[in-house]
């Protein structure tokens, strides 16, 4: 998916929500553990229910709280007052908030950031006191 540009990934990513959050679930979690391994090694075993993926990324988001509140939340407040259309919100938090923030591989930054928005998280964290 390199090949395709910000907008296209995005389109990408919620229509796999849309059709199957579990697809996108499951790419999250095997970019996020892939990618500090040999690329050639093939993972494989039982695949994790969406509800076991979506605990992981819950967990994955607790350990990550203090840093997305701080940095992200302020961009996400002024990016969804002014930004109603999905798209535009992870486009703009991926660039400018979590590109900065966290250590993730360029191919999972925007589909985070898809997950984040696209089942409210961001809205739940940022929605809290500030830190």
């Known amino acids: 998916m390199s090949n395709l540009t910000k907008e296209q990934q995005i389109a990408t990513y919620l229509a796999d929500y849309s059709t199957d959050p579990n697809k996108l679930y499951q790419s999250w979690y095997l970019t996020l553990t892939q990618s500090n391994k040999d690329p050639e090694i093939i993972q494989f075993g039982k695949t994790a229910s969406l509800a076991e993926l979506k ?49 993730l591989p360029t191919t999972n930054l925007i589909m985070t950031t898809t997950l984040l928005v696209v089942d409210g998280y961001l809205d739940r964290l940022c929605q809290e006191s500030s830190p």
């Open 55 to 103: 605990q992981r990324f819950h967990t994955w988001l607790e350990e990550k709280r203090h840093l997305l509140r701080q940095t992200v939340c302020p961009q996400y407040r002024l990016e969804k007052g002014r930004l109603r259309k999905s798209e535009l919100i992870i486009a703009a938090i991926a660039v400018d908030g979590l590109a900065i923030t966290l250590t």
